[in-house]
Structure formats: C-alpha cells, structure tokens
Nanobody, 118 residues
C-alpha cells in the first residue's frame, strides 16, 4: 500500500522555524507533482506550495519568501522549510503527491499540526 508519511510538526514561537518532511512509503516510482497544503478548522484546505519532478515551484502568496519547498526524487521525499513563522500559519499541514500518467495516483498524508504562538 502506497502511503505518505509526514513528520516535523510541533509548537514554535512566532518568528521561529520548522521543517516538515514527507516520505513516500510503498512505492519507488516518482510522482509528477508533490506539495504541501494546510487547513485550519472551519476553513477550506489551502495550497502552501508545490514542486514538480523537474523542480519548478509554486507558492501561496501568504508564504512566499518565508517557506521553501524541496524534493529528493531519488528518495521520493518532499520537505517544507518554514521560516519567520506567524501565528496565522497555525494549521494542520498535509503532504500531497500526484502521478498523472502510467499508474495515476493522488495521495494525501494524514497531516501534521503546526502551532505558532505569539
């Protein structure tokens, strides 16, 4: 069974940094698009950032310049480095991996909680 396993959430003070990691378990095949999304209770899930297999990135305006997404295609992992965190970044962060061709998949991790205190 192919799964996404996230790690790295926690509590941090405003202005601090956290790094989230997500690893694909159960598949060595690469994914075309990997990314991170976040959700606050009562609100819709929103995009944080995505990265293609070729390294092209896209970010939400709210995190540009503060967050950096990266991936290791050989290890099938995607990381999110979060700097200058703000209380409004508090959310459950979920990893996503999409494969569009061959054996299409759209996988989601269970999510990891990031809490930023003021």
């Amino acid at each position: 069974q192919v799964q996404l396993v996230e790690s790295g959430g926690g509590l941090v003070q405003a202005g601090g940094s956290l790094r989230l990691s997500c690893a694909v378990s159960g598949s060595r095949s690469s994914f075309d698009l990997m990314g991170w999304y976040r959700q606050v209770p009562g609100k819709q899930r929103e995009l944080v950032g995505t990265i293609t297999s070729g390294g092209i990135t896209k970010y939400a305006d709210s995190v540009k310049g503060r967050f950096t997404i990266s991936r290791d295609n050989a290890k099938n992992t995607v990381d999110l480095q979060m700097n200058s965190l703000k209380p409004e970044d508090t959310a459950v962060y979920s990893c996503n991996a999409k494969r569009f061709f061959g054996n299409p998949m759209d996988l989601w991790g269970k999510g990891t909680l990031v809490t930023v205190s003021s």
